[in-house]
């Protein structure tokens, strides 16, 4: 049946046909059919009281529709029936509306005013994602949960009102709310889920007494964030809970908090402080960083303290306890300390040295992976195990002083998953002490292994005679594979000219790299050196030539 531009069978409108502008749905229809209008021109709806249920599409992407008047009698709004109805200012939902399915009216950026019903009860995923001009929302009572992404990049949200009886917020449900500073949470939430207020601008975390969980990147990336008092229910800390919260200063842990996942806090370059409850049976506090109960067990240190004083009576530094310390510099470790454990100081990229105290005993998994400004690295005669991955990606570790406690391993160089070394680089294997230059399979790797044998010399740290035997017979027979660190380093060249590495025949080639390089130093230094060694040597050889000469001719008399 046509009516007025409509097809209309059985009382389902499936096809509007009209022209567009002010639409009034003839009485009778029950159910608005999917796509019936979708990308049409029109402006307004106004629906009868009969319709009980608008479906999928229905209205989908039409642009110019600015104003809908929906009947008591609506049910069900179904998926993306309104969705990118971009001209709409005001969503008023009728009360008798039971469900609402995904993204209903995602991307109506022009709504501002949303009014939703209390017999709501069931809403799908991103209902409301996108709508950026909504400053403010009134959640019905009977909602238990508030669903995925359901007000995702609402930027203009800034007044939230939840019910009491809701227990869960799920996955990114307020995500890039940046324009919400501050929330209530009723005592019946429980779990607040991954990234649900993502990127938001909250200035404190909320309050809730019945919280028990924070899943992952709950809080992450939320700027202005300075200082949070957890709550006092929760249990446990999930990894990136407030990653990249760059303000955060100080972090106060309540009394029944059992577990803390270390990455929590990762890219918090602010923290300063973390704070225990007194009465925690699991933690303590001490100079702003947090140990197990008894003192003897570092578990994490702030991101923005850029030197760091372990206490004596600490004899282990816990899994990821440094990670990701961006700003650390120095860290003094105590005579007791016996184990760094995994990855406890990976990614701090400041940190270009440490000493490890002599009765260490174990260095864990990637417990200094992708330090890239260590240089280099005195292991105590105590150390008995150094476990896959400890030095990978050092990519500035020159060289390693290595007891003969420990044997040589690739695998410390390689990813603690890689048990067939594939992706050691061959080349960039720092200089270890009890390592013999035959050993390194590659000139690119010997090469970089005799340059951190050089610098060990220079630093005093001196293997055993045939293993620098082996290495100083290499560099003295491939020297124009070390021309580069000659020039650039002043130190190398000296070492070089102290052992004799340089012939006169080298000097002219060296002087014409230094002068097309710029490298004014080096040039200095091979004219001294070129003065001093063949000129003087030059002039001993004229000598001895003319006392050999006069002896010749005093026999001649």
């Avoid at 402080?273 to 067990?297: I, W």
């Avoid at 091979?526 to 050999?548: G, H, I, P, V």
């Amino acid at each position: 049946m046509s009516v007025h531009n409509f097809i209309i069978e059985q009382g389902v409108l499936s096809k509007y046909e009209g022209p567009g502008g002010p639409v009034v749905i003839p009485d009778g229809v029950t159910a608005i059919g999917e796509r019936a209008f979708e990308r049409t021109p029109v402006t307004e709806i106004v629906f009868p009281n009969s319709v009980t249920e608008i479906r999928e599409r229905a209205f989908f992407r039409c642009a110019e529709l600015a104003e809908i008047t929906l009947p008591d009698s609506l049910n069900r709004i179904g998926h993306r029936a309104f969705f990118c109805c971009t001209a709409l200012t005001a969503l008023i939902l009728p009360e008798g509306l039971h469900e609402i399915e995904t993204e209903a009216f995602s991307g109506c950026s022009g709504v501002t005013e949303l009014t939703l019903p209390q017999s709501l009860e069931l809403m799908g995923e991103d209902i409301f994602s996108g709508c950026s001009g909504l400053s403010e929302v009134i959640l019905p009572q009977n909602l238990t949960s508030v669903p995925v992404n359901t007000f995702l990049n609402c930027r203009s949200l800034s007044q939230l009102v939840l019910p009491e009886g809701l227990e869960r917020i799920e996955r990114s449900a307020f995500s890039g709310c940046r324009a919400l500073k501050n929330v209530a949470l009723p005592a019946t939430l429980t779990d607040i889920g991954e990234f649900a207020f993502h990127n938001c601008g909250l200035t404190d975390l909320p309050k809730g007494a019945g919280l028990k969980r924070l899943e992952r990147s709950a809080f992450s990336q939320c700027h202005n964030l300075t200082q949070v008092t957890l709550p006092v229910g929760l249990e446990k800390l999930e990894r990136g809970v407030f990653f990249g919260c760059a303000n955060l200063t100080d972090v106060y842990l309540p009394e029944g908090v059992t577990n803390i996942n270390k990455g929590a806090f990762l890219q918090c370059n602010a923290l300063v402080r973390v704070h225990a409850d007194p009465n925690n049976r699991h933690y303590r506090d001490m100079d702003g960083m947090l140990y197990s109960k008894d003192g003897t067990c570092l578990i994490f240190c702030p991101n923005g303290l850029p030197s760091v004083t372990i206490p004596e009576g600490v004899t282990e530094i816990g899994m990821e306890a440094f990670a990701d310390g961006d700003l650390l510099e120095q860290v003094n470790l105590p005579r007791s300390l016996q184990k760094i454990g995994p990855a406890a100081f990976s990614r701090s990229t400041k940190l270009a040295t440490i000493d490890l105290p002599e009765n260490l005993t174990t260095i864990g998994e990637a417990a200094f992976s992708y330090c890239s400004a260590l240089t280099t690295l005195v292991i105590p005669n105590s150390v008995t195990t150094i476990e896959p991955g400890a030095f990978q990606k050092c990519t500035a570790l020159k060289w390693i002083s290595l007891p003969s406690t420990v044997s040589f391993d690739l695998h410390w160089f390689v990813n603690p998953h890689d048990p067939t070394c594939r992706s050691a680089d061959h080349t960039t294997v720092p200089f270890v002490t009890t390592r013999p230059m035959s050993d390194i399979i590659s000139n690119l790797g010997r090469r970089y292994a005799g340059i951190g044998f050089i610098l060990a010399d220079i630093a005093g740290v001196k293997p055993e005679s045939q293993i620098a035997e082996g290495y100083t017979t290499y560099i003295r027979e491939n020297l124009e594979l070390f021309h580069k660190e000659l020039l650039t380093d002043v130190e190398i060249l000296q070492w070089m000219f102290d052992h004799d590495m340089i012939r006169q025949q080298d000097i002219e080639g060296l002087l014409e790299k230094a002068a097309h390089g710029g490298h004014t130093a080096a040039s200095a230094a091979l004219l001294d050196y070129q003065n001093k060694t063949f000129s003087a040597k030059n002039q001993d050889e004229l000598m001895d030539l003319r006392f050999e000469q006069l002896f010749e001719d005093a026999l001649s008399l």
